[in-house]
């Protein structure tokens, strides 16, 4: 059942409504037979960048296995946690489906090596943030529409999309920076769309870190969050195999953090009673939120992670080489923009003023764009004589 088959009746008083959605940037006819939000999750969907998704990385580079976790499954991921949590509460949940396929669309290839390479590169130019990235790729680098720019979706999934942003960049982003520099929240869509992001990321990289080889199911046993659900199938299912246990502690680590946060939620709202969106926006702090006791099993397990996985050694040898490709590709194009395909050269060649700062925003679009195999073909051509150009 979708939101149409509900009704605007069946969600709370303080959802996103399409009613009172404050719009797009260009104006347009309303859709037929679907809503604005579900317009909204379907121009993602079909848009370049999503597609690009499937061969970006969340932690391992894309050749190095094929099941280990991509941007594209991860965004879907979210998106099935997020939407979950919408229904429970009786949020709408394309709008909580579109912010969710739609927050890594400016993700650098190699992950989170990726845009911290790309950050530094930028620093003298304003600085990169993959948050501001997919913004600007749905308000801007997206060509698909012959009447404007980008995807033109509602500020309300513009709004998900930014989750965070300073102030000096607040300034010039319109009305969407607007809750930045009033200090408001974004709507509780969005809020879930945030935590569901946690929530999948933290979990499933606890199951391609056991499939990799780099972290054990008995060294996860000093995790609370881990070795309840872990006892609990052990006591249940005794000598399941290994890849079956995993999946069902997995499962239920998923599902013991998505309720408490659907429970605690709930009780936040009774307690505030928002009769609206703006007063959810104008709320002191976000109202969607796990117990402190979760929220506390779920930061350790993140913290697991970081020092077991994403400081591995193995992990660590492909950053650096990731952060070497970035680099190197970067430091090539802002030397001579011709190396780039004609319509990134063409941008950064565009006007005078801010000639500097305007190539490098186009170099880091264009390799922001790129998906891993695509980059390391990329730096292969440049880099090495005896590759195909």
Partial sequence: MNDVDRGPDSLAPFAAHDASSRGRRYPEPPPEFRTEFQRDRDRIIHSNAFRRLAYKTQV????????????????????????????????NE??????????????TPFGHAGQDALNA??????????????????????????????LNLTFECREGILKHCSVRNARELGDVGERFLKRHQPSLEAQIANLADEIAYNNHDVDDGLRAGLIDVN???DVRLFRRQLDKVTSQ???????????????????????DLIRTTQARLEQAAPRSIDDVRQHGKPL?????????????LKAFLNEHVYRHYRVLRMTTKARRVITQLFEAFMNDVHLMPPEHRNTARDGEANSDTRRARAVADY???????????????????????
């Fill in 367 to 389: 390799i922001a764009g790129m998906t891993d195999r695509y980059a390391i073909l990329e730096h292969r051509r440049i880099f090495d004589a005896g590759e195909r150009v």
């Fill in 237 to 259: 299912y005794p000598g399941l195999g290994e890849r079956r246990l995993v999946h069902e502690v997995t499962r239920r680590m998923i599902n013991y953090v998505v309720v």
């Fill in 121 to 150: 590169c930028m620093r003298e130019y304003g600085g990169f943030e993959h948050n501001l990235q997919s913004l600007r790729v749905v308000d801007q680098l997206e060509e698909r529409y012959a009447e404007f720019p980008g």
């Fill in 94 to 107: 394309a709008l909580v489906e579109a912010i969710s396929l739609a927050h890594d669309l400016g993700h």
């Fill in 219 to 221: 060294g996860l046993r």
């Fill in 288 to 300: 969607v939120g796990m117990s402190d006791e979760v929220r506390a099993e779920h930061l350790e």
């Fill in 60 to 91: 391992f580079v894309n050749h190095e296995g094929d099941l280990y976790r991509t941007r594209v499954t991860h965004s879907i991921e979210v998106a099935q946690i997020a939407r979950s949590i919408a229904r429970a509460l009786r949020l």
